[in-house]
């Protein structure tokens, strides 16, 4: 099916996501959409599969312009998406799940599907037991039933949207056969990412994102330096990190369990000290997000010590970690943490420690003025969050940072962000390091984390699997320690 | 207690819980389509008085439920215009059903020339069988001395069950009140399940404010119902989201409206028992349930649906 | 390829000029549909419109038996209005208003007739917010420390609520019923050392305690950090917990103090124009009133004020209908609708919605500007 997109704009409020956009997919091809983070690639793709109406442009399909008024259109149409975000399944089993949204007659026959199912996983080799809990699946589980799901309702234009985030490097490799045997069958898949190396070996054509516009086409393969320069314009700077001397223990966990769920196996050891930047990888829902609850006190140990700069904090509330100076923010915090029609002022006033009954509004202001110009945030102390731009967003966010930080946790802190934004942020975060703050942060992003850590923890199903030294791991080794294979270099911790 | 009295009670029991099976199933079936809906005694008003009206007007029972179903459909549609399409505050637009059904059910009983208060009711619904079988000793009458409601009401309950879970309809509609977003992109039209299923909801509302008006008290009375439309909604949570568990739960509040009488005839001491007291049963057994059934994680194990009340915007992130 | 000849779009922060218009909108459509309806029945709307503004506000007697009316409704209001604000459903207004009423008369029966005006008065007063608070509390702390959804609950204790009256009245020979009155049970008067002053026919003090705790609303949610607080929860409780507000003692908080304003209108209802425990003048659907009062005044505690005398003079011109051989039940009907309108309202005072083709123009000359 030939697939075109012709002068497609859409905006939200004041962001252009998609600002004319013209798209040819041919049949049978492999065809990458490129982009940094806020290109606009998912909003199309979005478009494409009737989730969004655009403001304007049209989509034609094997010559005719067709109407995509939702999903369902879509998929008539014979286009299926596999969403970016991470994939929110039913409580449903597997086989519930494959059957949704299914045409025939309007009794659900169970037997049929099953060995419907069956058949489809056998012809792409995936291993797919009916009726496991659609949650128990593994993220790259899950594509795959969303993948013979689509199949079976006949798409013949497949959407995946930033499909190996999250996934171990085996299942990406399965996942790039089962694409490539696709699109021998005539399918055209459409594959989005921001990672050069996955598209270039993946994909027969490319289509380079930025800014919500296209910026370039090309035919693979071609140099690397050719796309990066579409994408980045010139080859950009990447922030890099200077050493800091390490100082005291910020973070000493003893022999850390929980009583349930991820994280109750194997307990937990680890000392964090001034200025020392450790990552956190693995797998969505490996138990990272416990661990950093763990260390800020909104999660409680079943066993062991948790002790912020020598002081035993164990079973303490989220607030005595505050008022220790330890800040966790996390996913979408950085992104979302602020609301909407509080002014600057105000979220200095939440930022604050200010225990009084009456609001100190004069040390609010005076506080918001002082951050406004040292941050460089383009906005008033009266403007409201949501009539800042998106950097200013970000920047208020870091300024609403306490001044003293003992231990800052985040999680993902620069998804969904530009480059340049993403480098502003490190550049922040590090500088706080030569005052002794240590940073423990998560991301699925190998390469930050390899960038920005002195060292990182790998987690895989509830346990930490691996310990790598940031300055001589490779991307390779990580992606096997995060597919669950532990490495001989590696030492693994106890 | 002796024999006859309770197999008497038992049997008012069935009747009494007959119009909450029809408000309760129809509530489960809004639920599960992640819409809750506050306006089911505002619903059931209305179907009460379009019933009665209906049947007051033409002589035809059946004339009446269809118009009660109907009436009640069709004013279900405020609330899901406001909770689907407009996307405000399921609590208070429901909330502003139940006012407005309550007003209108009033006002259209009293207006006009010739009101229809205090009017009794043309035809009333009447046991399908009488000697024979429903002579037989005790299960005679409760099994086969009733009207055909009470045998509708059963099949609409396990209709509805297989509904839910052996149809393909069924499916879409328990995905659209977990993960509307999910569904929607397996191609589910998620606004045009829910208001199909607010409406479900409406029409068995009005179906079961109809067998107030048109068998249980037929004479027409400001609000026939009490407080059935509330008590449906406490009954949802104790059938936990389940058709099929809502006959047992209406039967039992059926059963505790009706012990207060039961109690009455039965003289000293039992008669001192004060009917206010009793009446408080029924609520605070729901009180009881939510807290012993919904507290923290259990809640989800029930089967409450994971978006129930939450709007839904497809653009939205 | 699109089909949307409009775009809806979120406006962000609401324009002050929308937020009075559309209150005002909704009110005249709702008089629309009852017209409409009244009209059917074959009577002229206009007058009976007309007789309604006549008996609310046409004599001095009507404006202050409005105010009387409208005086529990500024409470029941706030109560709604309060919690709401926060997202904490409680719909058991009517039930605490009632404990409130069961307290104040309890207390001011069991202090007496010895004891001075000065006294009993401020007691009755804070008996009522009391009675109303612990009644909330029953839902308010499951909710909280359990996760027990509060609208089922609150609802539920509404009916209970009412018997427990009841009981009181018709079903014992408690000290809230009157021992001298046996044929139809009625509840005991409540010393005069616990009644207000009348200063306006039956005007009394309570209307303007009302007045008065509504203002003291508006500050303490705005000028507060307590307020302050209460907000950013209510906009956002992630973002609060993650900024060390105690998330669940803010929501017990707000779920108290909304039950203690209910209460505090049956108190003052007892201490005002009822003077009694008496099941016939407290069971009038006031606590749901409440919502709508809330509901068309945004949330807003001063704009409160305004809203409820509004529904105040419906509630007293309602009864005067009946003269004229109109339903009064037209003034439910009024009320819902009323309320129907307003939280559909809120759709437009949240969105803007403009013509494709004007939001494609719009972005074309931002871009030749830029
Ligand atoms: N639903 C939405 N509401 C508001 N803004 C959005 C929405 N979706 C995307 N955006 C904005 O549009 C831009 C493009 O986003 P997106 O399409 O997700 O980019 P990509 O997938 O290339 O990372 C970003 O600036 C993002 O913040
Ligand atoms: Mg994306």
């Known amino acids: 099916m030939s697939l075109e997109l012709r002068n497609i704009h859409k905006h939200f409020g004041a962001v252009r996501a998609n600002d004319g956009i013209t798209l040819t997919v041919e049949t049978g091809t492999l065809h990458g959409l490129l982009g940094e983070n806020g290109a606009g690639k998912s909003t199309l793709m979005k478009v494409l599969s009737g989730f969004h109406s655009a403001d304007s442009g049209e989509i034609v399909l094997d010559g005719r312009p067709i109407t995509l008024a939702s999903p369902a259109d879509a998929i008539a149409a014979g286009i299926g998406m596999l969403h970016q975000d991470p994939l929110v399944f039913l409580p449903f089993n597997v086989l519930d799940n494959f059957l949704l949204g299914s045409p025939g007659t309007r009794r659900l026959d169970r037997r049929a599907a099953a060995s419907e199912l069956q058949s489809l996983c056998d012809r792409y080799g995936f291993n797919l037991d009916p009726s496991a809990p659609a949650r128990l699946l593994t993220v790259g589980e899950r594509q795959q039933l969303e993948i013979v799901r689509l199949l079976w309702l006949g798409a013949r234009v497949l959407i995946l949207d930033e499909p190996t985030t999250g996934i171990s490097a085996d299942q990406r490799a399965k996942l790039f056969t089962t694409l490539r045997a696709l699109a021998e069958e005539g399918m055209s898949v459409i594959f989005v990412s921001h990672k050069l190396e996955e598209v270039a070996d993946l994909c027969r054509r490319v289509t380079v994102m930025t800014r919500g516009k296209v910026v370039g086409e090309a035919v693979l393969p071609t140099p690397p330096e050719r796309l990066v320069e579409m994408m980045f314009g010139q080859a950009v700077e990447i922030q890099e990190r200077d050493d800091v001397a390490l100082g005291a223990s910020h973070l000493t966990l003893e022999r850390v369990r929980t009583a349930d769920g991820l994280l109750s196996e194997e307990p937990i050891s680890l000392d964090v000290k001034a200025g020392e930047v450790v990552g956190i990888a693995g797998m969505e829902g490996s138990g990272q997000d416990t661990f950093l609850r763990l260390c800020c006190g909104m999660r409680n140990p079943k066993e062991g010590t948790v002790a912020i700069a020598g002081r035993d904090l164990t079973g303490k509330h989220y607030r005595e970690y505050l008022a220790s100076h330890v800040k966790y923010l996390p996913a979408g915090r950085l992104e979302e943490g602020l609301i909407e029609g509080l002014t600057i002022s105000e979220h200095f006033l939440l930022a604050g420690e200010d225990p009084g009954l009456l609001i100190d509004w004069g040390s609010a202001h005076r506080r918001s003025e002082e951050q406004i110009e040292h941050y460089g945030i383009k906005g008033r102390k009266s403007s409201t969050a949501e009539s800042l731009s998106g950097g200013n967003q970000q920047r208020l966010l870091l300024a609403m940072l306490p001044p003293e930080l003992t231990l800052l946790l985040m999680e993902h802190p620069t998804r969904g962000l530009d480059i340049e934004s993403a480098n502003w942020v490190w550049e922040q975060l590090l500088a706080r390091r030569h005052q002794g703050t240590s940073i423990v942060f998560a991301s699925a992003d190998l390469d930050e984390l390899l960038r920005y850590s002195d060292r990182i923890l790998v987690f895989f199903s509830g346990r930490i699997i691996g310990e790598l030294d940031a300055g001589t791991a490779t991307v390779d080794e990580l992606g096997l320690l995060i597919g669950g294979r532990r490495s001989a270099a590696g030492e693994v911790s106890s | ?317 | 390829m699109t089909t949307r000849r409009f775009i809806v779009e979120p406006r962000g922060l609401a324009s002050v000029r929308l937020s009075l218009l559309i209150p005002l909108i909704s009110v005249l459509a709702a008089l629309i549909v009852g017209g409409l309806f009244l009209a059917l029945t074959g009577e002229n709307p206009f007058s009976v419109y007309q007789h309604m503004v006549d008996a609310a506000f046409g004599s001095s007697r009507g404006v202050s038996e409005t105010l009387i009316s409208a005086t529990p409704l500024i409470l029941t209001g706030l109560a709604a209005a309060v919690a709401f604000k926060m997202l904490v459903w409680n719909i058991g207004a009517e039930g605490q208003f009632l404990l409130g009423a069961i307290f104040s008369s309890g207390i001011a029966i069991a202090m007496g007739d010895g004891a001075p005006a000065a006294l009993v008065i401020p007691v009755v007063i804070v008996a009522g917010g009391i009675g109303g608070a612990l009644w909330a509390g029953i839902a308010a702390i499951p909710r909280v420390y359990l996760g027990v959804n509060e609208i089922i609950t609150t609802l539920m204790l509404n009916f209970i609520a009412l018997n427990l009256m009841n009981y009181l009245i018709f079903g014992s020979s408690s000290p809230w019923r009157d021992p001298e009155v046996s044929t139809f049970p009625t509840g005991r008067p409540i010393p005069d050392s616990g009644r207000f002053p009348e200063f306006f026919n039956r005007l009394d003090l309570s209307f303007i305690i009302a007045v008065a705790l509504a203002l003291l609303a508006w500050y303490l949610v705005g000028k507060t950090r307590w307020g302050f607080e209460v907000r950013v929860v209510g906009d956002s409780a992630d973002t609060a917990r993650y900024a060390g507000i105690s998330v669940p003692k803010k929501i017990l908080g707000v779920f108290l103090l909304s039950g203690a304003f209910a209460g505090l209108a049956g108190g003052l209802y007892v201490a005002g124009p009822v003077g009694a425990l008496d099941p016939r003048s407290l069971d009038l659907g006031l606590g749901f009133t409440g919502i709508i009062v809330a509901a068309l005044a945004r949330l807003n505690p001063v704009a409160v004020i305004p809203v409820a005398i509004l529904m105040g003079a419906l509630n007293n011109a309602g009864p005067s209908l009946q003269s004229i051989g109109v339903p009064p039940e037209i003034v439910l009907m009024l009320q819902g609708a009323i309320l129907i309108f307003a939280v559909g309202g809120e759709f437009f005072i949240a969105n803007r919605i403009r013509p494709r083709e004007k939001v494609l123009e719009e972005l074309s000359e931002e871009v030749e500007a830029a």
Do not use: C
Not at chain 2, 169 to 185: I, K, Q, W
Not at chain 2, 266 to 276: H, M, Y
């Open chain 2, 1 to 317: 207690m002796n024999d006859s009295q309770l197999i008497l009670t038992m049997f008012a029991a069935i009747g009494l819980g007959t119009p909450l099976i029809f408000a309760t199933v129809g509530e489960i079936i809004t639920e599960r389509a992640g819409i809750l809906n506050l306006g089911v005694q505002g619903m059931m008003l209305v179907g009460a008085v379009s019933g009665f009206w209906a049947t007051f007007e033409t002589g035809s029972l059946t004339l009446g439920v269809v118009v009660a179903m109907i009436a009640g459909a069709v004013f279900s549609l405020i609330h899901a215009f406001a909770s689907i399409t407009l996307r405000v505050s399921q609590i208070v637009s429901g909330l502003a059903l139940t006012i407005f059904g309550t007003g209108l059910a009033s006002f259209l009983g009293k207006a006009g020339s010739d009101p229809l208060v205090g009017e009794p009711s043309r035809e009333t619904f009447e046991p399908l069988i009488t000697g024979g079988i429903a002579d037989w000793p005790v299960v005679g009458p409760l099994l086969f001395g009733h009207d055909l409601m009470v045998y509708v009401a059963l099949v609409v309950a396990g209709a509805a069950s297989y509904y839910l879970f052996r149809t393909r309809m069924g499916l879409s509609l328990r995905a659209v009140g977990e993960e509307p977003a999910s569904a929607e992109s397996a191609g589910v039209n998620v606004a045009w399940v829910r208001y199909a299923h607010v409406m479900v909801g409406g029409a068995l509302a009005g179906l079961g404010g109809a067998y107030y008006s048109l068998a249980l008290s037929p004479t027409w009375q400001d609000n026939p119902i009490g407080e059935a439309g509330w008590i449906a909604i406490a009954l949802v949570i104790l059938a936990s989201w389940r058709p099929w568990r809502a006959i047992f739960a209406a039967y039992l509040f059926g059963a505790a409206v009706r012990i207060q009488f039961t109690l009455q005839t039965l003289g000293s001491p039992w008669s001192d028992v004060p009917s206010s007291l009793l009446a408080m049963l029924p609520f605070i057994l729901a009180i009881v349930a939510m807290l012993a059934l919904t507290s923290g994680k259990r809640a989800r194990l029930l089967g409450a649906p994971a978006a129930l009340g939450v709007p839904y915007f497809r653009e939205e992130r």
